[in-house]
């Protein structure tokens, strides 16, 4: 369809790897537009965890707006679904204001979730949650992950033998409806509409990866600076948390949880903390690079290109 007669109106997904400069571009232009920022990320959904979530700071969230984080406690389920559900009326209410939704952050299942939608599949059951909690318990993970690749070898392949959180999931899906969740999500998309807004998809990645890498452990530090063993030991004394939660297993919390609990030293931490941060830009950049309607730039030798493909979109002179 020609842009011209799409009327529909517009967003901006800002995406990109961590520590790759998103908020920052994004904060700019949301200040410059007057709007808010829908932020599109995992760990920031979550109260009390600031420092290792790179949760924007009270300066950053005067200029710039931030909907959707601080929206559940840690121990408490956010799933990309819960994201969707959260996102399309926050974006519609923006709209509605005449003001443009810039949705920012490297959640790739959150962006797939709200501008492709999910699958369709069985909604979890806290009984048989409960239940697979406890076989896990007994039997122990490796045998449970076992048990998925015997019934359900696609998905058992796509993961990892220690993502309890995945494995746990997946059982549950094949014991309620007797069918495996690859065959679920193979349906495709629950639904099918048009999604509601016209969508400009930039991709901020710095084009020397050594760069990317340096910011990464440059913020490490600051972040270690800024107190972010105090916050991890504060939410290890709430005795609704443990290492299994899917907050908790955030890159750098996992680790910081293993230093206080004394099963890494503090190099070891630190060392740790920065690969598997690393490992996490790299898994992101990966996902990226399916998304083929997306424009990519640098965000500091392509800033000027960036902001001419925000102009452009959003006819400003």
């Known amino acids: 369809m020609d842009a011209r007669a799409d009327r529909r109106p517009l967003a901006v997904a800002v995406m990109g790897p ?7 571009f994004a904060a700019d232009w949301a200040e410059r537009l007057g709007t808010a920022i829908i932020s599109v990320d995992s760990a920031l959904v979550y109260r009390r965890m600031d420092i290792g979530s790179a949760k924007p700071d009270a300066a950053t969230l005067t200029r710039a707006p931030h909907r959707l984080i601080d929206l559940r406690e840690p121990h408490e389920p956010y799933s990309a679904a819960d994201f969707a559900r959260d ?3 926050a974006m519609l209410e923006l709209a509605g204001q005449g003001r443009v939704p810039l949705l920012v952050g490297g959640t790739g299942l959150y962006f797939k979730a ?3 939608g999910l699958s369709l599949l069985p909604p979890s059951d806290p009984a048989l949650r409960a239940a697979l909690q406890s076989e896990r318990a ?11 690749s015997t019934i359900d070898p696609p998905a058992a392949a796509r993961i990892q033998p220690g993502d309890s959180q995945r494995i746990l999931r997946a059982l549950e899906v094949f014991r309620l409806s007797g069918r495996p969740i690859s065959a679920w999500q193979a349906q495709g998309p629950a639904s099918a509409a048009r999604f509601p807004f016209r969508v400009l998809r930039l991709v901020l990645a710095p084009s020397d990866r050594g760069l990317l890498h340096e910011r990464i452990e440059r913020r490490f530090h600051a972040m270690l ?8 030991r504060a939410l290890k004394a709430d005795p609704r948390l443990h290492p299994d939660l899917p907050a908790m297993r955030a890159v750098g919390y996992r680790q910081a949880w293993q230093h206080l609990d004394g099963a890494i030293d503090r190099a070891g931490f630190i060392e ?5 941060t690393r490992h996490l830009a790299k898994r992101q950049l990966t996902w990226l690079r399916g998304e083929h309607a997306a424009l990519w730039a640098d965000p500091q030798s392509g800033r000027a290109r960036l902001d001419a493909l925000m102009r452009r979109f959003l006819d400003l002179r």
């Not at 961590?18 to 920052?24: M, N, Q, W």
């Open 114 to 116: 709200l501008l492709e």
């Open 138 to 148: 007994e039997r122990g993970l490796a045998a449970l992950y076992a048990e998925l």
């Open 225 to 232: 600076a800024a107190g972010f063993l105090e916050e991890v």
């Open 87 to 89: 996102a399309l009326p």
């Open 272 to 276: 740790q903390g920065i690969a598997a």
């Open 18 to 24: 961590t520590a790759s400069g998103k908020t920052d």
